[in-house]
C-alpha cells in the first residue's frame, strides 16, 4: 500500500450490492477492490466479509467498507477479527463518532435504511475523520479479546 494513499476495500450481499456499485464510482479518487458480490443474486455476507476483514486486519487496505441490509451481519462478522473495529453508521454523525472514539477502520452501513446520498455522506465523513487518540486510545486497546484486563 503506498504510504499515506487511502486504500479501500468494499463488499457486502445482495442486499448491498447497489449501494456497493454506487460507492464504487463516488469513491474514484480512492483505490478500491471490490471484494463482491458482483450481481444482486442472493448470498451470504459472511464469504464476503471475512476476506475483506482479512485484508484489512493484514494491512493490505486502509479500510474496509460493508454494506448489507441491516449491516448487523457484516459488522458482527468483522468483528469476528481481532485487528477490526467495524461500526455499523446510519449518519453521518456515527461515522464520526466510530472514528473519533473507536478508531473503526471498517465502515458498515445499512442500505435499506439510508438513501444513497446518506450512504455518501456517511462515507465521505468516516474517510475524512480522524482519531482522537488520547483518553479513547486506552479503551481502544483494550477492544481485542487478548487483552490482559
Known sequence: MPENKITIAIGGDHAGFEYKEILKKFLIEYEVKDFGPYADDSVDYPDFAHPL???????EFTYGILLC???????ITANKHQGI???????KEVASL?????NA?????PAR???????????KTFLNTAFEGGRH????????????F
Open 137 to 148: 486510545q486506552n479503551r481502544v486497546e483494550k477492544i481485542s479479546c487478548e487483552t490482559n
Open 113 to 123: 435504511f439510508v438513501s444513497e446520498d446518506e450512504a455518501k455522506e456517511i462515507t
Open 98 to 102: 466510530v472514528r473519533k472514539h473507536n
Open 53 to 59: 476483514a482479512n485484508a484489512v486486519e493484514n494491512n
Open 69 to 75: 441490509g441491516s449491516a448487523n451481519g457484516v459488522a
Open 105 to 109: 477502520n471498517v465502515l458498515c452501513i
Open 85 to 91: 473495529r467495524a461500526g455499523l453508521c446510519w449518519e
